[in-house]
């Protein structure tokens, strides 16, 4: 399940990609890659309905637990329920949605190593082996997010928060391994403006964006991990 993913720092503020967006820009002025997780802020695309033009927000990965809103609560919802599960069928369909925009993105898998201290002991230690999927001239890739604003006890303030669409994982990812059997659900630029709202559709036609993206020729390999 992608827990992580990364984006160019400039494209925090993106929120047309045919005005304000170009492949060449990847590398210019000061731009540098920003790695995001569950539990942190992230830059999320929706639209203003009061204003009628799409607009950047910050929000956590996760929505809080419980009544603190420092526990990360769920952070993904499956796109094939969230339309009839109480959890998320509110925010569905009142339009609270948006945009993630990345350049890459993780999947995990759980393996059972031995004790560090003990290499020839049986394989009981689990532990969790990234994946980054890097979707080369595809990118930047949008995927979709149910998003809310949750009150903070005693403060008077909004904590804004976001959860994840997943759909079935695509071949290439599950070709990998079999466990690794959900990913994002990206959407087609041209599908953006139905799922935010900006275009009249029914549910049951924004539903229907979320689909697996197959037929890609994206690079998948363990992520480096940062030397200690």
Same mark, same amino acid.
């Given at each position: 399940?992608?827990? +992580?993913?990364?984006?160019?720092?400039?494209?925090?503020?993106?929120? @047309?990609?045919?005005?304000?967006?170009?492949?060449?820009?990847?590398?210019?002025?000061? @731009?540098?890659?920003?790695?995001?997780?569950? &539990?942190?802020?992230?830059?999320?695309?929706?639209?203003?309905?009061?204003?009628?033009?799409?607009?950047?927000?910050?929000?956590?990965?996760?929505?809080? /637990?419980?009544?603190?809103?420092?526990?990360? &609560?769920?952070?993904?919802?499956?796109?094939?329920?969230?339309?009839?599960?109480?959890?998320?069928? %509110?925010? !569905? #369909?009142?339009?609270?949605?948006?945009?993630?925009?990345?350049?890459?993105?993780?999947?995990?898998?759980?393996?059972?190593?031995?004790? +560090?201290?003990?290499?020839?002991?049986?394989?009981?230690? /689990?532990?969790?082996?990234?994946?980054?999927?890097?979707?080369? %001239?595809?990118?930047?890739?949008?995927? #979709?997010?149910?998003?809310?604003? !949750?009150?903070? $006890?005693?403060?008077?303030?909004?904590?804004?928060? !976001?959860?994840?669409?997943?759909?079935? #994982?695509? $071949?290439? =990812?599950?070709?990998?391994?079999?466990?690794? @059997?959900?990913?994002? #659900?990206?959407?087609?630029?041209? %599908?953006?403006?139905?799922?935010? &709202?900006?275009?009249?559709?029914?549910?049951?036609?924004?539903?229907?964006?979320?689909?697996?993206?197959?037929?890609?020729?994206?690079? =998948?390999?363990?992520?480096?991990?940062?030397?200690?």
């Amino acid at each position: 399940m992608c827990g +992580k993913f990364t984006a160019m720092a400039s494209w925090a503020a993106v929120v @047309d990609f045919s005005r304000a967006f170009t492949r060449t820009s990847e590398g210019g002025g000061n @731009d540098h890659v920003a790695h995001y997780r569950v &539990g942190r802020p992230a830059s999320v695309i929706v639209f203003d309905q009061e204003n009628q033009e799409r607009i950047s927000v910050m929000m956590r990965w996760g929505w809080p /637990k419980g009544r603190d809103p420092h526990a990360i &609560g769920l952070f993904h919802c499956r796109s094939e329920t969230l339309h009839k599960l109480p959890t998320f069928r %509110d925010q !569905f #369909a009142a339009g609270q949605r948006g945009i993630v925009v990345v350049r890459t993105f993780n999947e995990a898998r759980d393996i059972l190593r031995p004790p +560090k201290n003990k290499p020839t002991a049986p394989a009981t230690v /689990k532990e969790t082996e990234q994946f980054e999927i890097d979707p080369g %001239d595809d990118a930047p890739l949008g995927f #979709a997010v149910l998003w809310d604003a !949750f009150p903070i $006890a005693g403060s008077g303030e909004l904590l804004r928060a !976001f959860i994840q669409c997943t759909v079935p #994982a695509n $071949a290439l =990812i599950v070709s990998t391994d079999p466990q690794m @059997d959900r990913m994002p #659900a990206f959407l087609r630029y041209e %599908d953006w403006t139905i799922w935010l &709202g900006e275009t009249d559709a029914t549910l049951g036609e924004v539903q229907g964006l979320l689909q697996t993206m197959e037929g890609v020729h994206w690079k =998948i390999a363990p992520e480096k991990r940062a030397p200690k």
